[in-house]
């Protein structure tokens, strides 16, 4: 059974940082790439950040230069570090894991979100 669970959300004010961690279980975790995504109120849920199995990094645009994401392949658990957070990084978070090993075969997991809101 896969399980991945969020922790570290919580109410921030403006400026402030939060980290937030998963924690994977039932996969093979060191072959996923693991993401970030978020879905703030009335919006898409979008891509926030992604770690590649080679530990390979890319970022949203609005996200760049505050926002780290980590992993930890022995403790199978991958962060995002969030810093000088801004009421528009208000969203639910999501952490993903994603395999495609063949064409024809995706292993793609999420977990249950955590709420994160900047407001002051």
């Known amino acids: 059974q896969v399980q991945l669970v969020e922790s570290g959300g919580g109410l921030v004010q403006p400026g402030e940082s939060l980290r937030l961690s998963c924690a994977a279980s039932?996969?093979?975790?060191?072959?996923?790439?693991m993401g970030w995504y978020r879905q703030g109120p009335g919006k898409q849920r979008e891509l926030v950040a992604r770690?590649?199995?080679?530990?390979?990094?890319d970022y949203v645009d609005s996200v760049k230069g505050r926002f780290t994401i980590s992993r930890d392949n022995a403790k199978n658990t991958v962060d995002l570090q969030m810093n000088n957070l801004k009421p528009e990084d208000t969203a639910v978070y999501y952490c993903n894991a994603y395999y495609q090993p063949t064409a024809w075969r995706i292993d793609d997991y999420w977990g249950q979100g955590t709420q994160v809101t900047v407001s002051s």
């Open positions: 770690i590649t199995s080679g530990s390979s990094m």
């Open positions: 039932g996969i093979i975790f060191r072959v996923y790439a």
